[in-house]
């Protein structure tokens, strides 16, 4: 009789960049240790007019019913100064978007028309070559601009169309700019 075993899974087909590592098996404290210093992998894929990087780091851990989302990345900012990382989110963007509306609806709005040109996928450093954005407070709009250009690629890998994907956020952001408008 043959042996009929479950398929295996978890298994996933994606290229992958690797880099040898190699760390010897040791006491328990000295092997946490080691492990603990080994460096984030990521991509730089924006450059920053203060100095500060978009970063992506992939894969980005996402599960859905028990199945790792194999084209999901984390979206970070990073400050070389001091090697910080910022995972920024819609949360924080929002956030951000909010507090200026409330110093500033008159400038807030041409943020969020930048934004929904990204949104629609013109790139950002084409967009601030042609329009000059007063920032009220807060993160730079090229800072909002740049990271939301990466987490709509991400969410659009997550929840491909017909799914929402950046559709989810940007609904948000729409509806601020209405209540902005009627100030």
Sequence with gaps: MANKSKPKRNI????IDLTPLTIKNQERDKFRQELERIKYRGYEVEQLSDGRKIVITKPGGKFVFG????DDFMVWIFQPGDNSLWLISH???LD???EKGKISPADTIPIIDALERVFHGEDPDDILQQVNLNNPCKEDPEVLMKAYKWIWGQEDCNYPPPLQGRDMSMKGIM???SRLNKI
Excluded: S, V
Aim: proline share 0%.
């Design 91 to 93: 949360k924080n963007i």
């Design 175 to 177: 509806e601020l700019r």
């Design 96 to 98: 951000d978007l909010e």
């Design 67 to 70: 199945t790792i989302k194999r």
């Design 12 to 15: 996933y087909t994606h290229e």
